[in-house]
């Protein structure tokens, strides 16, 4: 497991590329620098949700300062129930990300799914929303 998955990727591409949230436009451009050189080192499904760690070059780029902690997207998903979305945090130590973090909502009934059911590397995305 070396490459984020289509959902992993969507996830944080929309980070660096969405204006006016948390990180302001240079903040952006040096996270989408770091995400360049990223690979995935492991997955740990929880059921309800899951987290990607991955290494950065931190040879390659500045660190982000100030940073621990970057607001995601929610993603209503395809295939998980009725409106089921799925939160994201992005997670930095050091100035450098490493952890997406990935959790359920919950569908319009209030019910989730056992992650341990499906395919991570399948998992598809409706819309977006940064509620």
């Known amino acids: 497991m070396t490459a984020f998955t289509n959902l992993e990727t969507a996830v944080l591409a929309l980070i660096c590329e969405t204006d006016g ?23 740990d499904n929880t059921g309800h949700g899951f ?9 390659a780029t500045p660190k982000l300062e100030t940073i621990s902690m970057i607001d995601a997207p929610n993603m209503i998903m395809e295939g998980l129930g009725e409106e089921n979305a799925l939160g994201f945090i992005l997670w930095a130590e050091d100035g450098y990300p490493t952890t997406l973090e990935g959790f359920q909502y919950g569908d319009r009934a209030g019910q989730t799914v056992d992650l341990h059911d499906y395919d991570q590397t399948k998992l598809r995305f409706r819309e977006t929303s940064w509620s």
């Open 21 to 43: 949230r948390q990180l302001a436009p240079d903040q952006r451009q040096l996270l989408k620098s770091h995400l360049a050189t990223a690979h995935v080192v492991e997955r």
């Open 51 to 59: 987290y990607t760690t991955f290494e950065v070059d931190r040879s």
